[in-house]
């Protein structure tokens, strides 16, 4: 496991002041993956902005895991959406 591209739950959770339940609770639910290796498990670095912004749903505006998991969802489909957008506005730009 190449050790720059990841960061320990225990190290993550103590910087943000969180418990590593929390972090067991997202990966159970599906919102997170975590890897384990040798009894340590650990988050992967393109994993982080989607956790802490997880972490601020649930500890700033008290949302609890299934709301945070449709709003999740929600985010996704936007994204997609946004994605579409642009690739549709591409393909009228080239046929202008």
Same mark, same amino acid.
């Given at each position: 496991?190449?050790?720059?591209?990841?960061?320990?739950?225990?190290?993550?959770?103590? @910087?943000?002041?969180? @418990?590593?339940?929390?972090?067991?609770?997202?990966?159970?639910?599906?919102?997170?993956?975590?890897?384990?290796?040798?009894?340590?498990?650990?988050?992967?670095?393109?994993?982080?902005?989607?956790?802490?912004?997880?972490?601020?749903?649930?500890?700033?505006?008290?949302?609890?895991?299934?709301?945070?998991?449709?709003?999740? @969802?929600?985010?996704?489909?936007?994204?997609?959406?946004?994605?579409?957008?642009?690739?549709?506005?591409?393909?009228?730009?080239?046929?202008?």
């Amino acid at each position: 496991m190449e050790q720059y591209k990841y960061i320990e739950v225990r190290d993550f959770c103590v @910087s943000h002041g969180i @418990s590593t339940q929390f972090i067991v609770q997202l990966h159970d639910t599906g919102l997170i993956k975590v890897v384990k290796k040798e009894n340590t498990e650990y988050l992967q670095y393109d994993e982080l902005p989607k956790v802490e912004k997880i972490v601020r749903l649930h500890d700033d505006l008290n949302i609890n895991l299934e709301g945070i998991d449709v709003i999740n @969802s929600l985010l996704e489909r936007v994204e997609q959406m946004q994605n579409e957008i642009i690739n549709l506005k591409n393909k009228l730009d080239f046929y202008e």
